[in-house]
Protein backbone atom coordinates (compact mmCIF):
# COMPACT_ATOMS: atom_id res chain seq x y z
CA UNK A 1 0.00 0.00 0.00
CA UNK A 2 2.86 2.27 0.15
CA UNK A 3 3.00 4.58 -3.74
CA UNK A 4 5.94 4.14 -5.88
CA UNK A 5 8.40 6.40 -4.88
CA UNK A 6 10.80 8.23 -6.75
CA UNK A 7 14.10 5.95 -7.32
CA UNK A 8 16.26 9.21 -6.61
CA UNK A 9 18.39 9.09 -3.30
CA UNK A 10 15.66 10.81 -0.28
CA UNK A 11 17.78 13.33 1.67
CA UNK A 12 15.69 14.64 4.62
CA UNK A 13 17.04 17.92 5.26
CA UNK A 14 17.66 18.94 8.92
CA UNK A 15 17.14 22.55 10.00
CA UNK A 16 19.30 25.21 8.77
CA UNK A 17 22.93 23.89 8.30
CA UNK A 18 22.74 20.63 9.52
CA UNK A 19 23.24 18.08 6.56
CA UNK A 20 20.37 15.60 7.58
CA UNK A 21 19.77 12.21 7.58
CA UNK A 22 20.94 9.83 4.54
CA UNK A 23 20.48 6.59 6.19
CA UNK A 24 16.74 5.58 6.00
CA UNK A 25 16.21 4.12 3.04
CA UNK A 26 12.57 4.20 0.96
CA UNK A 27 10.40 1.90 3.12
CA UNK A 28 11.09 4.23 6.21
CA UNK A 29 9.30 6.96 4.62
CA UNK A 30 5.90 7.50 5.29
CA UNK A 31 4.08 7.34 1.74
CA UNK A 32 4.65 11.10 -0.40
CA UNK A 33 2.83 12.38 -3.11
CA UNK A 34 2.73 10.89 -6.75
CA UNK A 35 5.46 11.87 -8.98
CA UNK A 36 4.36 14.16 -11.88
CA UNK A 37 7.28 13.39 -14.40
CA UNK A 38 10.30 13.56 -12.87
CA UNK A 39 9.22 16.14 -9.96
CA UNK A 40 6.72 15.40 -6.88
CA UNK A 41 3.82 17.42 -6.00
CA UNK A 42 5.41 18.42 -3.35
CA UNK A 43 8.27 19.87 -5.05
CA UNK A 44 6.16 21.30 -7.74
CA UNK A 45 4.17 23.02 -5.16
CA UNK A 46 7.10 24.47 -3.02
CA UNK A 47 8.64 25.53 -6.91
CA UNK A 48 5.30 27.44 -7.35
CA UNK A 49 5.46 29.29 -3.76
CA UNK A 50 9.11 30.19 -4.60
CA UNK A 51 7.95 31.69 -8.12
CA UNK A 52 5.24 33.61 -6.32
CA UNK A 53 7.43 35.03 -3.99
CA UNK A 54 10.03 35.95 -6.63
CA UNK A 55 7.25 37.34 -8.25
CA UNK A 56 5.96 39.24 -5.24
CA UNK A 57 9.39 40.63 -4.65
CA UNK A 58 10.47 41.75 -7.87
CA UNK A 59 6.40 43.51 -8.10
CA UNK A 60 7.72 45.31 -4.92
CA UNK A 61 11.41 46.52 -5.58
CA UNK A 62 11.71 49.54 -7.10
CA UNK A 63 8.55 48.92 -10.40
CA UNK A 64 8.47 52.14 -12.48
CA UNK A 65 5.59 53.86 -12.53
CA UNK A 66 3.52 53.68 -15.67
CA UNK A 67 3.57 56.89 -18.49
CA UNK A 68 0.29 58.45 -17.36
CA UNK A 69 0.82 58.39 -13.19
CA UNK A 70 -1.42 56.07 -12.49
CA UNK A 71 -0.77 53.06 -10.34
CA UNK A 72 0.39 50.14 -11.85
CA UNK A 73 -0.47 46.38 -11.33
CA UNK A 74 2.80 45.85 -10.11
CA UNK A 75 2.34 48.75 -7.23
CA UNK A 76 -1.24 47.71 -6.97
CA UNK A 77 0.16 44.16 -5.38
CA UNK A 78 3.14 45.43 -3.54
CA UNK A 79 0.34 47.27 -1.37
CA UNK A 80 -1.56 44.78 -0.69
CA UNK A 81 1.31 42.41 0.21
CA UNK A 82 2.69 46.10 2.56
CA UNK A 83 4.09 44.31 5.65
CA UNK A 84 3.85 45.65 9.70
CA UNK A 85 6.30 48.69 9.24
CA UNK A 86 8.56 47.47 12.27
CA UNK A 87 8.23 44.23 10.09
CA UNK A 88 9.79 45.77 6.76
CA UNK A 89 13.62 45.68 6.43
CA UNK A 90 15.70 49.36 5.08
CA UNK A 91 15.64 48.54 1.81
CA UNK A 92 11.16 47.81 1.84
CA UNK A 93 10.80 50.34 3.85
CA UNK A 94 12.57 52.77 0.90
CA UNK A 95 10.38 50.78 -1.68
CA UNK A 96 7.77 51.45 0.32
CA UNK A 97 8.26 54.83 0.61
CA UNK A 98 8.85 55.38 -2.80
CA UNK A 99 5.83 53.86 -4.15
CA UNK A 100 3.50 55.49 -1.57
CA UNK A 101 4.89 58.60 -3.11
CA UNK A 102 3.81 57.36 -6.70
CA UNK A 103 0.31 56.30 -5.51
CA UNK A 104 -0.07 60.01 -3.43
CA UNK A 105 1.46 61.79 -6.65
CA UNK A 106 -1.28 59.80 -8.92
CA UNK A 107 -4.15 60.36 -6.20
CA UNK A 108 -3.77 64.58 -5.82
CA UNK A 109 -1.27 65.54 -8.68
CA UNK A 110 0.94 66.90 -5.63
CA UNK A 111 4.52 65.84 -5.32
CA UNK A 112 3.96 64.10 -1.51
CA UNK A 113 7.61 63.61 0.23
CA UNK A 114 7.06 60.39 2.72
CA UNK A 115 9.95 60.08 4.94
CA UNK A 116 10.40 57.68 7.90
CA UNK A 117 12.77 59.39 9.73
CA UNK A 118 13.64 57.46 12.68
CA UNK A 119 13.51 58.46 16.62
CA UNK A 120 16.51 60.64 17.64
CA UNK A 121 18.20 58.78 20.48
CA UNK A 122 18.67 60.33 23.51
CA UNK A 123 14.91 62.06 23.27
CA UNK A 124 11.57 61.30 24.60
CA UNK A 125 9.10 64.22 23.83
CA UNK A 126 6.84 66.32 26.25
CA UNK A 127 4.43 68.79 26.12
CA UNK A 128 2.99 71.49 28.66
CA UNK A 129 0.28 73.97 28.13
CA UNK A 130 -0.13 76.98 30.51
CA UNK A 131 -3.73 77.59 31.57
CA UNK A 132 -3.12 80.75 32.57
CA UNK A 133 -2.20 81.84 29.15
CA UNK A 134 -4.87 79.79 27.16
CA UNK A 135 -7.22 82.01 25.75
CA UNK A 136 -9.16 79.48 23.68
CA UNK A 137 -8.32 81.47 20.63
CA UNK A 138 -8.12 77.98 18.67
CA UNK A 139 -4.89 78.69 16.59
CA UNK A 140 -3.16 75.51 17.30
CA UNK A 141 -6.81 73.58 16.26
CA UNK A 142 -6.20 75.34 12.66
CA UNK A 143 -2.21 74.70 12.58
CA UNK A 144 -2.62 71.71 13.06
CA UNK A 145 -5.13 70.74 10.20
CA UNK A 146 -3.08 72.80 7.86
CA UNK A 147 0.23 70.85 8.78
CA UNK A 148 -1.42 67.02 9.05
CA UNK A 149 -3.45 66.65 5.92
CA UNK A 150 -6.28 65.20 7.44
CA UNK A 151 -9.78 65.14 5.70
CA UNK A 152 -11.87 68.45 5.71
CA UNK A 153 -15.18 66.80 5.19
CA UNK A 154 -15.64 65.06 8.00
CA UNK A 155 -13.55 67.65 9.54
CA UNK A 156 -10.91 65.36 11.66
CA UNK A 157 -9.43 67.86 14.47
CA UNK A 158 -6.51 66.16 16.86
CA UNK A 159 -6.83 68.92 19.27
CA UNK A 160 -9.88 69.82 20.81
CA UNK A 161 -10.16 73.12 22.92
CA UNK A 162 -12.33 72.44 26.33
CA UNK A 163 -13.98 75.25 27.75
CA UNK A 164 -14.21 74.81 31.29
CA UNK A 165 -15.74 76.61 34.22
CA UNK A 166 -13.53 77.77 36.87
CA UNK A 167 -13.35 75.58 39.91
CA UNK A 168 -14.18 72.83 38.19
CA UNK A 169 -12.06 69.67 36.56
CA UNK A 170 -15.57 68.49 35.55
CA UNK A 171 -14.39 66.97 31.85
CA UNK A 172 -17.25 65.78 31.20
CA UNK A 173 -19.21 69.08 31.88
CA UNK A 174 -17.19 70.76 29.09
CA UNK A 175 -18.01 72.53 26.38
CA UNK A 176 -15.56 72.74 23.11
CA UNK A 177 -18.07 74.12 20.45
CA UNK A 178 -17.89 77.61 22.17
CA UNK A 179 -18.16 80.40 20.05
CA UNK A 180 -18.19 83.38 21.41
CA UNK A 181 -17.70 86.97 20.29
CA UNK A 182 -14.40 87.65 22.10
CA UNK A 183 -12.54 84.73 24.55
CA UNK A 184 -11.40 84.16 26.81
CA UNK A 185 -14.98 84.11 28.61
CA UNK A 186 -15.22 85.19 31.91
CA UNK A 187 -15.29 83.01 34.94
CA UNK A 188 -13.69 80.01 31.93
CA UNK A 189 -10.79 78.32 31.50
CA UNK A 190 -9.61 76.57 28.50
CA UNK A 191 -7.96 72.66 28.38
CA UNK A 192 -6.81 71.86 24.68
CA UNK A 193 -6.67 68.29 24.85
CA UNK A 194 -4.94 66.09 22.26
CA UNK A 195 -3.12 62.46 22.20
CA UNK A 196 -0.74 62.84 25.52
CA UNK A 197 1.35 60.17 24.39
CA UNK A 198 0.61 58.11 27.29
CA UNK A 199 3.67 55.97 28.85
CA UNK A 200 1.03 53.17 29.77
CA UNK A 201 -1.03 53.77 26.53
CA UNK A 202 -4.51 52.33 26.24
CA UNK A 203 -4.78 52.32 22.93
CA UNK A 204 -1.42 50.25 22.43
CA UNK A 205 -3.18 47.69 24.75
CA UNK A 206 -6.08 47.69 22.94
CA UNK A 207 -5.07 47.27 19.60
CA UNK A 208 -6.06 43.29 17.91
CA UNK A 209 -3.47 43.96 15.41
CA UNK A 210 -0.45 45.57 16.52
CA UNK A 211 -1.28 48.55 14.34
CA UNK A 212 -0.16 50.94 16.77
CA UNK A 213 2.58 51.36 19.41
CA UNK A 214 4.97 53.19 21.00
CA UNK A 215 7.85 54.66 19.70
CA UNK A 216 11.56 54.99 21.16
CA UNK A 217 10.92 58.89 21.51
CA UNK A 218 8.10 58.20 22.88
CA UNK A 219 5.28 58.91 20.35
CA UNK A 220 2.57 56.51 20.03
CA UNK A 221 2.06 55.73 15.90
CA UNK A 222 0.36 54.20 13.73
CA UNK A 223 0.71 52.38 10.67
CA UNK A 224 -2.20 53.36 8.78
CA UNK A 225 -1.78 50.72 6.07
CA UNK A 226 -2.09 47.98 9.05
CA UNK A 227 -4.77 49.45 10.77
CA UNK A 228 -8.20 47.02 10.10
CA UNK A 229 -10.47 50.17 11.26
CA UNK A 230 -12.41 48.33 14.15
CA UNK A 231 -12.13 51.41 16.46
CA UNK A 232 -11.00 49.56 19.52
CA UNK A 233 -8.09 52.33 20.69
CA UNK A 234 -11.05 54.60 20.10
CA UNK A 235 -12.99 52.58 22.79
CA UNK A 236 -9.84 52.61 25.14
CA UNK A 237 -8.87 56.23 24.76
CA UNK A 238 -9.64 58.76 27.71
CA UNK A 239 -8.92 61.46 26.31
CA UNK A 240 -10.83 61.18 22.97
CA UNK A 241 -7.54 61.47 21.33
CA UNK A 242 -8.77 59.26 18.49
CA UNK A 243 -10.46 59.70 15.35
CA UNK A 244 -12.00 57.88 12.53
CA UNK A 245 -11.67 57.76 9.19
CA UNK A 246 -15.41 57.16 8.13
CA UNK A 247 -14.98 58.49 4.52
CA UNK A 248 -12.76 58.74 2.18
CA UNK A 249 -10.68 61.62 3.13
CA UNK A 250 -10.97 64.68 1.28
CA UNK A 251 -7.91 66.83 0.80
CA UNK A 252 -7.78 69.57 -1.59
CA UNK A 253 -4.47 69.49 -3.57
CA UNK A 254 -3.61 72.76 -2.76
CA UNK A 255 -4.39 72.20 1.03
CA UNK A 256 -1.71 68.86 0.81
CA UNK A 257 1.19 69.37 3.25
CA UNK A 258 3.65 67.97 1.41
CA UNK A 259 6.29 67.15 3.51
CA UNK A 260 4.83 63.89 5.37
CA UNK A 261 6.35 61.37 7.66
CA UNK A 262 4.92 57.24 7.15
CA UNK A 263 3.98 57.16 10.70
CA UNK A 264 2.86 60.83 10.77
CA UNK A 265 0.92 63.07 8.41
CA UNK A 266 0.71 60.92 5.27
CA UNK A 267 -2.31 61.16 3.41
CA UNK A 268 -4.36 58.63 5.28
CA UNK A 269 -7.32 56.41 3.78
CA UNK A 270 -10.96 55.43 4.53
CA UNK A 271 -11.08 52.74 7.13
CA UNK A 272 -8.27 54.01 9.58
CA UNK A 273 -7.79 55.92 12.47
CA UNK A 274 -5.58 58.60 12.96
CA UNK A 275 -4.20 60.92 15.82
CA UNK A 276 -1.83 63.51 16.81
CA UNK A 277 1.89 62.59 16.59
CA UNK A 278 3.69 65.62 17.73
CA UNK A 279 4.15 66.38 14.39
CA UNK A 280 6.92 63.47 14.11
CA UNK A 281 7.65 64.74 10.24
CA UNK A 282 9.19 68.34 12.19
CA UNK A 283 9.91 66.91 15.73
CA UNK A 284 12.31 64.45 14.55
CA UNK A 285 13.88 66.97 13.05
CA UNK A 286 14.69 69.42 15.54
CA UNK A 287 11.27 71.82 14.74
CA UNK A 288 8.77 72.67 17.11
CA UNK A 289 5.25 71.16 16.76
CA UNK A 290 2.74 73.22 14.19
CA UNK A 291 0.58 73.87 17.32
CA UNK A 292 3.47 75.28 19.34
CA UNK A 293 4.00 77.83 16.56
CA UNK A 294 0.79 78.22 16.09
CA UNK A 295 -0.42 79.32 19.14
CA UNK A 296 -0.18 83.47 19.91
CA UNK A 297 0.09 83.53 23.97
CA UNK A 298 2.90 81.32 24.19
CA UNK A 299 0.93 78.97 26.26
CA UNK A 300 2.63 75.47 25.17
CA UNK A 301 6.01 74.10 26.35
CA UNK A 302 7.60 71.60 24.27
CA UNK A 303 11.21 69.70 24.64
CA UNK A 304 12.99 66.66 25.41
CA UNK A 305 12.32 65.32 28.51
CA UNK A 306 15.62 63.32 29.02
CA UNK A 307 17.26 66.93 28.80
CA UNK A 308 17.47 68.24 32.41
CA UNK A 309 18.19 71.81 30.66
CA UNK A 310 15.10 71.95 28.72
CA UNK A 311 12.23 74.00 29.27
CA UNK A 312 9.53 71.05 29.48
CA UNK A 313 12.15 69.85 32.51
CA UNK A 314 11.98 73.38 33.90
CA UNK A 315 8.02 73.50 34.00
CA UNK A 316 7.87 70.06 35.73
CA UNK A 317 10.18 71.30 38.15
CA UNK A 318 8.99 74.35 39.21
CA UNK A 319 5.49 74.98 38.35
CA UNK A 320 2.57 73.09 39.21
CA UNK A 321 1.73 71.19 37.15
CA UNK A 322 -1.05 68.61 36.70
CA UNK A 323 -2.49 65.51 34.36
CA UNK A 324 -5.64 64.59 32.93
CA UNK A 325 -7.49 61.67 34.30
CA UNK A 326 -4.18 60.93 36.71
CA UNK A 327 -6.72 58.11 38.47
CA UNK A 328 -6.40 55.95 34.97
CA UNK A 329 -2.23 55.32 35.37
CA UNK A 330 -2.16 55.66 31.20
CA UNK A 331 0.79 58.04 32.69
CA UNK A 332 0.38 61.02 29.88
CA UNK A 333 3.23 62.75 28.47
CA UNK A 334 1.51 66.25 28.32
CA UNK A 335 0.79 68.41 31.57
CA UNK A 336 -1.22 71.59 32.05
CA UNK A 337 0.40 74.65 34.13
CA UNK A 338 -0.52 77.36 35.96
CA UNK A 339 1.40 80.90 36.09
CA UNK B 1 25.26 121.21 77.23
CA UNK B 2 22.60 120.02 79.49
CA UNK B 3 23.30 116.99 82.06
CA UNK B 4 20.92 115.15 80.46
CA UNK B 5 22.23 115.34 77.16
CA UNK B 6 25.53 114.78 77.02
CA UNK B 7 26.71 114.41 73.80
CA UNK B 8 29.39 112.26 74.05
CA UNK B 9 30.71 110.04 71.32
CA UNK B 10 30.02 106.72 73.14
CA UNK B 11 26.35 107.92 73.50
CA UNK B 12 26.27 108.74 69.38
CA UNK B 13 28.10 106.32 68.46
CA UNK B 14 25.64 103.60 67.51
CA UNK B 15 23.51 106.73 65.87
CA UNK B 16 26.59 107.39 63.57
CA UNK B 17 26.62 103.53 62.95
CA UNK B 18 23.13 102.91 62.11
CA UNK B 19 23.28 105.87 60.13
CA UNK B 20 26.56 104.82 57.97
CA UNK B 21 24.73 101.27 57.02
CA UNK B 22 21.71 102.91 56.16
CA UNK B 23 23.63 105.04 53.69
CA UNK B 24 25.29 101.74 52.57
CA UNK B 25 22.00 100.26 51.90
CA UNK B 26 20.71 102.79 49.87
CA UNK B 27 24.19 103.72 47.86
CA UNK B 28 23.40 103.53 44.04
CA UNK B 29 26.09 100.61 43.85
CA UNK B 30 24.79 98.58 46.50
CA UNK B 31 26.23 94.68 47.64
CA UNK B 32 22.20 93.32 48.29
CA UNK B 33 22.22 90.09 46.60
CA UNK B 34 20.51 89.66 43.79
CA UNK B 35 20.04 93.16 42.60
CA UNK B 36 21.79 94.09 39.57
CA UNK B 37 23.99 97.03 38.66
CA UNK B 38 23.25 96.44 35.24
CA UNK B 39 20.07 94.73 33.70
CA UNK B 40 22.42 92.94 31.26
CA UNK B 41 23.68 90.99 33.95
CA UNK B 42 20.80 89.14 34.11
CA UNK B 43 22.17 87.33 31.27
CA UNK B 44 24.93 85.62 32.55
CA UNK B 45 22.07 83.57 34.17
CA UNK B 46 20.82 81.37 31.30
CA UNK B 47 21.34 80.19 28.37
CA UNK B 48 21.48 82.45 25.35
CA UNK B 49 18.52 83.27 23.48
CA UNK B 50 18.08 84.12 19.63
CA UNK B 51 15.82 87.28 18.90
CA UNK B 52 14.12 88.87 15.82
CA UNK B 53 15.78 92.46 15.06
CA UNK B 54 12.97 94.93 15.68
CA UNK B 55 14.18 97.28 13.77
CA UNK B 56 12.24 96.44 10.45
CA UNK B 57 8.88 96.59 12.40
CA UNK B 58 10.09 99.74 13.81
CA UNK B 59 10.84 101.36 10.21
CA UNK B 60 7.38 99.92 9.34
CA UNK B 61 5.73 101.67 11.83
CA UNK B 62 7.42 104.92 10.37
CA UNK B 63 9.38 106.17 13.39
CA UNK B 64 12.63 104.49 13.52
CA UNK B 65 15.40 105.41 13.83
CA UNK B 66 14.49 107.90 16.20
CA UNK B 67 17.36 109.72 16.22
CA UNK B 68 16.24 111.23 12.85
CA UNK B 69 14.15 113.67 14.41
CA UNK B 70 15.57 113.36 18.14
CA UNK B 71 18.44 114.43 17.62
CA UNK B 72 19.65 117.24 19.84
CA UNK B 73 19.10 119.89 17.13
CA UNK B 74 15.93 119.86 15.48
CA UNK B 75 13.41 118.61 18.32
CA UNK B 76 14.97 120.03 21.69
CA UNK B 77 15.13 117.26 24.58
CA UNK B 78 13.06 118.49 27.34
CA UNK B 79 12.86 116.32 30.13
CA UNK B 80 9.57 117.94 31.61
CA UNK B 81 6.77 115.52 32.48
CA UNK B 82 3.65 116.72 30.54
CA UNK B 83 1.01 116.06 27.49
CA UNK B 84 2.79 115.65 24.05
CA UNK B 85 1.88 117.90 20.97
CA UNK B 86 3.31 114.91 18.82
CA UNK B 87 2.92 111.45 18.95
CA UNK B 88 -0.55 111.62 19.66
CA UNK B 89 -2.06 108.18 18.27
CA UNK B 90 0.27 106.65 21.62
CA UNK B 91 -1.84 106.75 24.61
CA UNK B 92 0.01 105.53 27.41
CA UNK B 93 -1.80 102.89 30.04
CA UNK B 94 0.90 101.22 31.37
CA UNK B 95 1.56 102.00 34.85
CA UNK B 96 -1.45 103.73 35.64
CA UNK B 97 -0.12 107.36 35.26
CA UNK B 98 2.68 106.59 36.80
CA UNK B 99 4.86 106.58 33.99
CA UNK B 100 6.00 109.24 31.10
CA UNK B 101 7.67 108.63 27.80
CA UNK B 102 11.00 109.27 29.45
CA UNK B 103 10.73 106.37 31.88
CA UNK B 104 11.55 103.50 29.70
CA UNK B 105 12.98 105.54 26.35
CA UNK B 106 16.27 107.09 26.95
CA UNK B 107 16.74 111.09 26.95
CA UNK B 108 19.72 111.18 25.48
CA UNK B 109 19.63 108.62 22.62
CA UNK B 110 15.99 107.80 21.13
CA UNK B 111 17.41 104.99 19.07
CA UNK B 112 17.53 103.01 22.61
CA UNK B 113 15.28 102.21 25.58
CA UNK B 114 17.13 103.48 28.99
CA UNK B 115 16.88 100.99 32.25
CA UNK B 116 16.25 102.91 35.69
CA UNK B 117 19.99 103.47 35.72
CA UNK B 118 19.68 105.04 32.38
CA UNK B 119 21.97 102.65 30.90
CA UNK B 120 20.94 102.13 26.97
CA UNK B 121 19.00 98.92 26.15
CA UNK B 122 18.54 98.14 23.04
CA UNK B 123 14.94 97.72 20.83
CA UNK B 124 16.08 94.20 20.57
CA UNK B 125 16.31 93.59 24.03
CA UNK B 126 13.18 94.66 25.69
CA UNK B 127 13.36 91.89 28.07
CA UNK B 128 16.24 93.65 30.17
CA UNK B 129 13.74 96.74 30.82
CA UNK B 130 10.22 95.19 31.53
CA UNK B 131 12.56 92.60 33.33
CA UNK B 132 13.14 95.50 36.08
CA UNK B 133 9.62 95.16 37.11
CA UNK B 134 8.28 92.11 35.70
CA UNK B 135 11.53 89.95 37.25
CA UNK B 136 9.48 86.85 37.40
CA UNK B 137 7.94 87.27 34.07
CA UNK B 138 11.58 87.59 33.27
CA UNK B 139 12.66 84.60 34.30
CA UNK B 140 9.91 82.25 33.28
CA UNK B 141 11.14 84.15 29.74
CA UNK B 142 14.52 83.05 29.99
CA UNK B 143 13.81 79.79 30.89
CA UNK B 144 10.74 79.20 28.34
CA UNK B 145 7.44 79.21 30.49
CA UNK B 146 6.37 82.79 29.46
CA UNK B 147 6.47 83.89 25.99
CA UNK B 148 6.79 82.55 22.41
CA UNK B 149 9.45 80.21 21.48
CA UNK B 150 10.19 79.71 17.81
CA UNK B 151 12.74 77.72 15.95
CA UNK B 152 13.68 74.36 17.45
CA UNK B 153 13.64 72.86 20.51
CA UNK B 154 17.04 71.47 20.63
CA UNK B 155 20.35 73.22 20.54
CA UNK B 156 19.89 77.23 19.84
CA UNK B 157 16.86 78.85 21.03
CA UNK B 158 15.02 81.72 19.21
CA UNK B 159 12.33 83.62 20.89
CA UNK B 160 9.91 86.47 19.79
CA UNK B 161 10.52 89.30 22.24
CA UNK B 162 8.26 90.99 24.57
CA UNK B 163 7.07 93.77 22.01
CA UNK B 164 6.20 91.27 19.37
CA UNK B 165 2.80 90.10 21.94
CA UNK B 166 2.67 93.49 23.54
CA UNK B 167 1.77 96.93 23.24
CA UNK B 168 4.52 98.20 25.64
CA UNK B 169 2.63 101.49 26.01
CA UNK B 170 -0.97 99.02 26.57
CA UNK B 171 0.72 95.66 27.26
CA UNK B 172 -2.52 93.41 28.37
CA UNK B 173 -3.62 91.29 25.27
CA UNK B 174 -7.06 92.41 24.59
CA UNK B 175 -9.68 89.08 24.42
CA UNK B 176 -10.27 88.17 20.79
CA UNK B 177 -12.73 86.31 18.54
CA UNK B 178 -11.63 82.28 18.36
CA UNK B 179 -11.08 80.55 15.27
CA UNK B 180 -14.01 78.80 14.56
CA UNK B 181 -15.57 75.92 16.41
CA UNK B 182 -15.57 72.10 15.27
CA UNK B 183 -18.59 71.03 13.15
CA UNK B 184 -20.69 68.84 14.83
CA UNK B 185 -20.46 65.20 13.42
CA UNK B 186 -23.08 63.92 10.83
CA UNK B 187 -25.79 62.07 12.45
CA UNK B 188 -24.69 63.46 16.08
CA UNK B 189 -26.27 66.95 18.04
CA UNK B 190 -24.05 68.81 20.37
CA UNK B 191 -24.66 67.68 24.13
CA UNK B 192 -27.08 70.15 25.84
CA UNK B 193 -24.40 72.96 28.27
CA UNK B 194 -24.42 71.01 31.77
CA UNK B 195 -21.46 73.37 31.93
CA UNK B 196 -24.28 76.00 33.17
CA UNK B 197 -24.52 74.11 36.18
CA UNK B 198 -22.38 75.54 39.01
CA UNK B 199 -22.08 73.42 42.00
CA UNK B 200 -19.09 75.19 43.88
CA UNK B 201 -20.32 77.48 46.69
CA UNK B 202 -18.27 80.41 45.49
CA UNK B 203 -19.49 80.27 41.52
CA UNK B 204 -22.71 81.47 42.32
CA UNK B 205 -23.19 84.97 42.90
CA UNK B 206 -24.74 86.51 46.26
CA UNK B 207 -28.02 85.48 47.58
CA UNK B 208 -29.65 84.94 44.15
CA UNK B 209 -26.96 81.21 44.54
CA UNK B 210 -30.40 78.83 44.73
CA UNK B 211 -32.53 80.78 42.32
CA UNK B 212 -29.59 79.64 40.16
CA UNK B 213 -29.20 76.55 41.01
CA UNK B 214 -32.81 76.18 40.86
CA UNK B 215 -32.70 77.31 36.90
CA UNK B 216 -30.26 75.22 35.48
CA UNK B 217 -31.42 71.93 37.41
CA UNK B 218 -34.61 72.58 35.92
CA UNK B 219 -32.78 72.68 32.60
CA UNK B 220 -31.12 70.54 32.73
CA UNK B 221 -33.81 68.06 33.22
CA UNK B 222 -35.68 69.10 30.20
CA UNK B 223 -32.39 69.07 27.84
CA UNK B 224 -31.17 65.34 29.36
CA UNK B 225 -32.83 63.88 25.74
CA UNK B 226 -31.42 66.93 23.27
CA UNK B 227 -34.79 68.47 22.42
CA UNK B 228 -33.10 71.69 22.78
CA UNK B 229 -29.50 73.36 22.10
CA UNK B 230 -28.03 75.89 24.40
CA UNK B 231 -26.29 78.42 22.22
CA UNK B 232 -23.12 79.96 23.18
CA UNK B 233 -25.16 83.32 22.84
CA UNK B 234 -27.34 82.32 25.21
CA UNK B 235 -24.57 81.04 27.84
CA UNK B 236 -23.31 84.72 27.42
CA UNK B 237 -26.54 86.33 28.51
CA UNK B 238 -26.11 84.58 31.91
CA UNK B 239 -22.84 85.50 32.50
CA UNK B 240 -22.91 87.62 35.08
CA UNK B 241 -20.31 90.21 33.93
CA UNK B 242 -20.81 93.56 35.68
CA UNK B 243 -19.91 92.07 39.31
CA UNK B 244 -16.94 90.18 38.03
CA UNK B 245 -13.70 91.11 37.78
CA UNK B 246 -11.69 90.11 35.24
CA UNK B 247 -10.38 86.52 35.79
CA UNK B 248 -6.42 85.97 36.16
CA UNK B 249 -5.57 84.80 32.80
CA UNK B 250 -6.00 88.69 32.19
CA UNK B 251 -2.85 89.78 33.39
CA UNK B 252 0.05 91.22 31.19
Not at chain 1, 83 to 98: G, I, N, R
Not at chain 1, 293 to 309: H, I, K, Q, Y
Not at chain 2, 57 to 70: I, R, T
Not at chain 2, 202 to 229: K, N, P, S, V
Request: with cysteine; charged share 25%; proline share 7%.
Amino acid sequence: MAAKTTDMPVVIKGAAGSPGRTDLTDQALPPSLPTVGRVSRRDALKGLGTLAAAGVAAVGAGAVAGDDDRPTLKDTLADFFQDHYQKMSAAEVEATLKRLERKYKARYGVDVEVEATPPIPGVVFGYAINISKCKGYRECVRACVEENNQSRDSEIQYIRVLEMDKGSMDLEASDHYYDPETVPQPGKFYLPVQCHQCENPPCVASCPVGATWQEADGIVVIDYDWCIGCRYCMTACPYWARHFNWNKPTLAAEEINPKTHYLGNRPRSVGVTEKCTFCVQRTRKGRLPACHEACPTGARVFGNLLDPESEIRHVLETKTVFRLKEELNTDPKFWYYTD
Amino acid sequence: MTAAAKLTLRAILPILAAGLVGAALFAQDSEVPGQLDDPREVLERYRALQVRERGPVLEENGYYPCSDCHDGVEVEINPTIRELMVHDEITLVHGGGRFWCLTCHSEEDRDHLASLKQQPISFDEPFLLCGQCHFQRQRDFFLGTHGKRLGSWQGERTVAVCTECHNSHDPQIKPRKPYRPPQVRSGLQPAPSTHHERTMPWQIDGDDGDEETGEHAEEHGAEEHGAEEHGAEEHGAEEHGAGEASDGGQDH
